[in-house]
């Protein structure tokens, strides 16, 4: 399901106080950061986790989590085994925030009694009202992924926009994302000409109020797209 735009997953299980969830699998149950978290987190730049060994105590912190926003601990949600870590996180923290009910996995766990997970554990439908408060509370925004650059261009005509947009994605590695928010009304014409012009993706639109969010990736690839004249329609390069 999904609340004011974030995202969970109807199968997992949550622990809100420290921003988790829990699913089982058929290698045991996974655990992550839920996406409001990571949102509210920004981009995560760092992973670090440490070592245990044997049954760990439900909220003993398994790793530290860091973005430019905190350093937090990633906490177990209940007494259990850790059976394995996911060492694709540590590599590319960004997965946290990109992918954070799949890839971005962080350990499985085996609970030294499964029924912990009904007794300390929430279903989403049951946290919907304190997941809105949350999200309201912290003004948190929900992307498809973290942004590497945000461009705040209020008072700016998208042409000079753009114009912009194109010198910092020169400085941005293949992959990178950005988000960019103006307040000019022409700016979803003129992000699809940008897109279908330089072959770099529109990922999200949100519009709120009078401003415009974009969400937006450097291909390492581009394709530019061309469009007739006269019909406005793709034309084949």
Not at 61 to 87: D, G
Not at 145 to 171: F, N, Q, R, W
Not at 198 to 206: A, K, N, P
Request: hydrophobic letters at 40%.
């Amino acid at each position: 399901m999904e609340v004011l735009g974030c995202p969970i997953p109807d199968d997992c299980w949550v622990d809100l106080e420290n921003g988790t969830w829990t699913r089982a699998g058929p290698d045991g149950w996974s655990v992550g950061v839920l996406a409001v978290q990571a949102a509210f987190a920004g981009r995560y730049t760092s992973v670090r986790f440490r070592e245990v060994t044997g049954p760990v105590e439900r909220g003993r912190s398994l790793a530290t989590l860091e973005s430019p926003r905190s350093t937090a601990p990633f906490r177990i949600p209940v007494t259990a085994t850790v059976l394995a870590r996911n060492a694709a996180v540590p590599a590319r923290p960004k997965l946290l925030n990109d992918s954070p009910y799949d890839e971005g996995w962080l350990v499985r766990i085996l609970p030294a009694t499964s029924a912990d997970i009904g007794r300390y554990l929430r279903r989403p439908v049951e946290l919907r009202a304190e997941l809105e408060a949350l999200i309201r509370e912290r003004r948190i925004q929900c992307y498809p992924a973290a942004p590497d650059l945000e461009m705040y261009e209020i008072g700016s005509e998208c042409s000079a926009t753009l114009a912009k947009l194109d010198e910092e994605l020169v400085h941005h590695a293949a992959g990178d994302v950005v988000l960019l928010v103006t307040d000019d009304s022409t700016s979803p014409i003129e992000l699809v000409r940008w897109s279908d012009r330089t072959g770099h993706t529109v990922l999200h639109h949100r519009v709120e109020g009078n401003l415009h969010h974009f969400l937006l990736r450097k291909e390492g690839a581009p394709a530019p797209k061309h469009r007739s004249e006269a019909t406005g329609k793709l034309e084949r390069s």
